[in-house]
């Protein structure tokens, strides 16, 4: 089963901060968070991910909480083309596996409506 | 293009018959990835390899269906004896480090 919660769905105005929030009160301390998006009828994006420092990319900015214990996903000036099902997925690193643990459990996510 | 590409886009097989699906990976990942989804649901995970070694296998992942990563770059995904049930679409993915980067999905219909 899916570690996280997240809203089932969300409306955003173009131009403006789209804040994605997740729950994650069970991570441990060797998971980090994802974030993925899914524009319809396509395969998932992969987004960012961070383990407990802020991160930030071309494509958005990941706030974790200092507990950890959830996290806030903003795209900075959204547009129409932002419109998708946005998942918060907590795993292990790709690096400490060792080749097991390979796969992500998505929960249902977040579908965020960009409206002009 | 160097991303994830599935061949074929759309299936549309009738119940009983074999279906084969095809994943081509960015050239220099080592780990591939695929993933099955129906409507409304996020993608659920079936089988992992890295390189030509499957790892990892789902529940999910009956007895009629098999994969394989023959020389560790391209993979393909063999249903047997399709059921309606199986109708959904079949994503890979593919990663060297974090990140997974998916394809554009195989979509299966079956009748």
């Known amino acids: 089963d899916a570690k996280t919660t997240q809203p089932t769905s969300m409306d955003c105005a173009e131009g403006r901060a789209a804040n994605l929030p997740c729950n994650h009160s069970?991570?441990?301390?060797?998971?980090?968070v994802y974030w993925y998006r899914q524009i319809h009828s396509q395969g998932p994006q992969y987004i960012i991910h961070?383990?407990?420092n802020n991160e930030t990319n071309e494509m958005a900015s990941l706030i974790i909480t200092e507990d950890r214990k959830s996290s806030t996903l903003i795209l900075p000036h959204a547009t129409l083309r932002d419109t998708a099902v946005y998942y918060c997925?907590?795993?292990?690193?790709?690096?400490?596996?060792?080749?097991?643990?390979?796969?992500?459990?998505f929960g249902k996510g977040t579908k965020l409506s960009v409206k002009p | 293009d160097t991303g994830v590409s599935q061949n074929p886009r759309h299936k549309i097989t009738k119940r009983g018959q074999n279906v084969t699906f095809r994943c081509d990976p960015i050239?220099?990942?080592?780990?591939l990835y695929w993933y099955r989804q129906t409507l409304g649901q996020g993608p659920e995970f079936l089988t992992y390899?890295?390189?030509?070694?499957?790892?990892?296998k789902s529940r999910l992942l009956s007895d009629r269906f098999s994969a394989e990563r023959p020389k560790g770059s391209f993979s393909t995904l063999e249903i047997q004896r399709t059921e309606q049930g199986d109708s959904a679409m079949y994503l890979c993915?593919?990663?060297?480090?974090?990140?997974?980067?998916f394809g554009p999905g195989t979509r299966l219909t079956v009748t």
């Open positions: 993915a593919s990663s060297l480090l974090e990140g997974q980067y």
């Open positions: 069970t991570i441990s301390g060797n998971e980090y």
């Open positions: 961070g383990l407990k």
């Open positions: 997925i907590v795993r292990v690193a790709a690096m400490n596996y060792g080749g097991s643990q390979g796969n992500l459990i």
């Open positions: 050239s220099e990942h080592n780990r």
């Open positions: 390899f890295q390189n030509e070694a499957q790892l990892e």
